[in-house]
Nanobody
Framework: QVQLVESGGGSVQAGGSLRLSCAASGYINSRRCMAWFRQAPGKEREGVAYIDSDGSTSVADSVKGRFTISKDNAKNTLYLQMNSLKPEDTAMYYC??????????????????WGQGTQVTVSS
């Protein structure tokens, strides 16, 4: 069973940057939709950024212009570059993969593979 392992989380001050990585323990079909979700205490889990097999991306309005999702198929690794971080970005961040779909449908598919999460804390 392929596992997703996130890394790169930590504590930063507002305005800082972090780069999250998600490594798959085995082969993961490059046609899958992949995404980063986050969940803050007391809040629902939300999709932050999505990427499809062609490399097309979609990000939530709350992070647009600040977060960038990318992937390296050769390394089976997904990334999330987070710049200009705000205290409201504080959350556990999860890497996830779902079935194959084009980018406009990625936010609607049911993700079936999840990592354990990495904590991001942004202080003001």
């Amino acid at each position: 069973q392929v596992q997703l392992v996130e890394s790169g989380g930590g504590s930063v001050q507002a305005g800082g940057s972090l780069r999250l990585s998600c490594a798959a323990s085995g082969y993961i079909n490059s046609r899958r939709c992949m995404a980063w979700f986050r969940q803050a205490p007391g809040k629902e889990r939300e999709g932050v950024a999505y990427i499809d097999s062609d490399g097309s991306t979609s990000v939530a309005d709350s992070v647009k212009g600040r977060f960038t999702i990318s992937k390296d198929n050769a390394k089976n690794t997904l990334y999330l570059q987070m710049n200009s971080l705000k205290p409201e970005d504080t959350a556990m961040y999860y890497c996830t993969a779902g079935p194959s779909a084009s980018i406009q449908y990625c936010p609607r598919v049911l993700m079936d593979l999840w990592g354990q999460g990495t904590q991001v804390t942004v202080s003001s």
